[in-house]
């Protein structure tokens, strides 16, 4: 008996030490390869991008089969360059689905999960909220898609610009942006889901008790956030969903500009333009971003996203684009400094 309790003893010990340096050694590891997604977006085809008439089933059917079939390629890049896939991250940014809705929402999540084992990040887009605000039964699809974002991640990201409390004896409040940052060895990944000027306020029921949803930007947050990733020494890329038409002030967009140059962003990742993946040429494109360079991943109904690779010396980054999710045929787009 005693000398059995001393096997478990050991064993426990064993199974702390294996837990523990598969932790540091993906706090410690300098990823390679970084994956940006964006506008899965159930259920949404290239027929809904152009015009073309389908019907709702074979949109959903298309949209389901232009999802797995994306996810499962980058399931399939990760498994060719790691044994251990959570070292190199996937970040979708936005539109997970077409209008909010929780069947939408669940079709979604249940492909991304069974593809990649919730080793994935995400942020939200304009179909997952910005236009759901009053056209939707209750608010409940922009509620709904913020509601399974804060489940997965509030009370686990010491970074995310969230908070809830009571508005009165029955109200409850969410406030915030619901941006958040997180770290992958030296790199310093940030998410800004619609815009980092987005902001709407609106009221939502669940079972009958009122939520209040006080979205605000996120420019003060991401100061403080680029700031500290700078003072560490972090090679910072930002991720947002539409990379122009953003809803804030000539003066926040400045704002943006600056504290991007200031705190040498490396580069920014986004979607939202289905049909025009790669780099980002809008006519406008510097009085948003300077001279930071913007990369779009393009989408599931476009069976297009982007690989990025850091160099060894970490001195450089080279992009790549996927086209009809086959990695292996990747092609590079640009090659930028890291800062």
Same mark, same amino acid.
């Not at 949404?44 to 059917?61: A, F, I, L, P, R």
């Not at 970040?91 to 909010?100: P, V, W």
């Not at 593809?115 to 995400?122: E, S, V």
């Not at 001279?291 to 850091?310: C, K, M, N, R, W």
């Given at each position: 008996m005693f000398l059995d309790k001393k096997v478990k003893a050991l064993l426990a010990a064993l199974l702390c030490v294996v837990a523990g340096a598969a932790y540091s050694a993906q706090n410690d590891h300098l990823p390679r390869h970084l994956i940006f997604t964006s506008d899965p977006q159930y259920p949404?085809?290239?027929?809904?991008?152009?015009?073309?008439?389908?019907?709702?089933?074979?949109?959903?059917?298309r949209s389901q089969w232009l999802i797995e079939t994306q996810?499962?390629?980058?399931?399939?890049?990760?498994?060719?360059?790691?044994?251990?896939?959570?070292?190199?991250?996937?970040?979708?940014?936005?539109?997970?689905?077409? %209008?909010?809705?929780?069947?939408?929402?669940?079709?979604?999540?249940?492909?991304?999960?069974?593809?990649?084992?919730?080793?994935?990040?995400?942020?939200?887009?304009?179909?997952?909220?910005e236009n759901n605000v009053d056209d939707c039964f209750l608010n409940n699809c922009a509620a709904g898609s913020i509601v399974d974002f804060n489940e997965r991640y509030f009370g686990k990201l010491s970074t995310l610009d969230v908070r809830k409390s009571d508005e009165g004896t029955i109200k409850k409040g969410v406030f915030g942006s619901l941006a958040y940052s997180k770290g992958f060895g030296d790199v310093h990944l940030v998410q800004l889901h619609n815009e980092p000027t987005y902001s709407t306020t609106f009221t939502a029921y669940d079972w009958g008790t009122p939520t209040g949803y006080h979205i605000s930007d996120a420019l003060g947050w991401l100061e403080e956030d680029l700031?500290?990733?700078?003072?560490?020494?972090?090679?910072?890329?930002?991720?947002?969903?539409?990379?122009?038409?953003?809803?804030?002030?000539?003066?926040?967009?400045?704002?943006?500009?600056?504290?991007?140059?200031?705190?040498?962003?490396?580069?920014? %990742?986004?979607?939202?333009?289905?049909?025009?993946?790669?780099? %980002?040429?809008?006519?406008?494109?510097?009085?948003?971003?300077?001279?930071?360079?913007?990369?779009?991943?393009?989408?599931?109904?476009?069976?297009?996203?982007?690989?990025?690779?850091?160099?060894?010396?970490?001195?450089?980054?080279?992009?790549?684009?996927?086209s009809g999710n086959d990695w292996p045929s990747r092609k590079e787009i640009a090659t930028v400094p890291v800062r």
């Open positions: 949404w085809t290239e027929s809904s991008d152009y015009g073309w008439d389908e019907s709702g089933s074979e949109k959903e059917k996810y499962a390629d980058v399931a399939s890049f990760r498994r060719h360059y790691s044994s251990e896939q959570t070292l190199i991250p996937v970040m979708i940014n936005g539109d997970m689905t077409a %209008f909010g809705h929780g069947g939408q929402r669940s079709m979604t999540r249940s492909i991304l999960d069974k593809q990649l084992g919730r080793d994935y990040d995400y942020g939200l887009g304009n179909h997952d909220y700031k500290a990733a700078r003072r560490n020494g972090k090679i910072i890329i930002l991720n947002m969903h539409k990379p122009e038409r953003w809803k804030g002030s000539s003066e926040q967009i400045a704002r943006f500009k600056t504290m991007i140059e200031r705190y040498k962003v490396t580069a920014v %990742f986004a979607g939202h333009l289905h049909t025009e993946p790669g780099t %980002f040429t809008g006519w406008n494109r510097r009085d948003y971003f300077g001279e930071v360079p913007v990369f779009l991943s393009g989408g599931a109904s476009s069976q297009t996203y982007l690989i990025a690779d850091i160099a060894r010396d970490r001195q450089t980054m080279k992009v790549h684009q996927v």
